[in-house]
């Protein structure tokens, strides 16, 4: 049946997803220092910029993996705040921990296993969200979105922070090749994996692009959804609220 289909097809998705992650876990933040020339540091603190995060603030970094995000926060919430980084792949998690551990990071993180599509908390309990390079990688994009939604505290906001679609010719030209060339051969030769950077080009490439996400937050519910570019488009940062 059709269902039958759809239910391998999502199974097949998250279990390379899966397999990916589990095999990036180690190079994943020299690769992408390497990958993006450093330029992520600057999409992230734009993303950290946008959050609107204080003192005593309870902050989920969704898809959070090696915790870039997390430790900002740490250091905004403060010791009345909390910051949960979730992730649904063990050995990412468990890099972010260990990396965090080491910054000093310890009193009010806490890094918990799970799935976007199906958030472990009550409902209007979070007062932030972020999720940074992730939701591309989801299964149900929109179970996603309305999971979030269902756990964030009126006034809340979400940050999307991913991958988008340049609408200038030669720079998505260069970014194919890139993609498609150039990067599986970093993989390869740094993190002895191509496959792996081969999917994540593959992935950036079947994400929906600005407007359609923003439409998609809409559908979940958000509230003043808007979005800005970054780096002519490569990437875009969505934000929306629930009222
Ligand atoms: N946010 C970090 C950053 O910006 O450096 C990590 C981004 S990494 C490219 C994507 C992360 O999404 C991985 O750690 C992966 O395990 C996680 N992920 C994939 N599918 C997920 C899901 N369904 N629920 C939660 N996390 C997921």
Not at 157 to 169: A, G, H, M, P, Y
Not at 195 to 215: C, F, N, V, W
Request: hydrophobic share 40%; glycine share 8%.
């Amino acid at each position: 049946t059709d269902f039958g289909y759809k239910t391998v097809d999502r199974e097949a998705k998250a279990s390379m997803v899966a397999d990916v992650f589990h095999s990036v876990a180690a190079k994943y933040d020299i690769m992408n220092d390497l990958m993006s020339f450093g330029i992520h540091r600057l999409w992230k603190r734009q993303a950290i910029a946008c959050a609107g995060v204080r003192k005593g603030h309870r902050v989920l970094d969704l898809a959070g993996g090696t915790g870039d995000l997390t430790a900002k926060f740490s250091q905004l919430v403060g010791d009345t705040g909390q910051v949960i980084l979730g992730d649904i792949n063990d050995s990412m998690l468990k890099v972010g921990r260990d990396k965090l551990r080491d910054l000093g990071l310890v009193s009010n993180i806490e890094y918990v296993q799970m799935n976007a599509e199906a958030l472990p908390f009550p409902d209007n309990s979070v007062d932030v969200i972020t999720i940074a390079f992730g939701l591309r990688n989801v299964t149900d994009k929109d179970a996603a979105l309305r999971s979030m939604y269902r756990i964030l505290k009126p006034g809340g906001r979400l940050l999307v922070l991913e991958f988008s679609k340049t609408d200038n010719e030669a720079l998505s030209k260069l970014y194919d090749f890139y993609s498609f060339n150039i990067l599986p051969n970093m993989g390869k030769l740094v993190a002895n994996d191509s496959e792996s950077y081969r999917y994540l080009a593959e992935s950036i490439r079947m994400h929906p692009d600005q407007e359609t996400l923003k439409g998609m937050m809409e559908n979940a519910g958000f509230e003043q959804t808007t979005y800005q570019n970054m780096t002519g488009g490569i990437v875009a940062l969505h934000r929306g609220f629930k009222y």
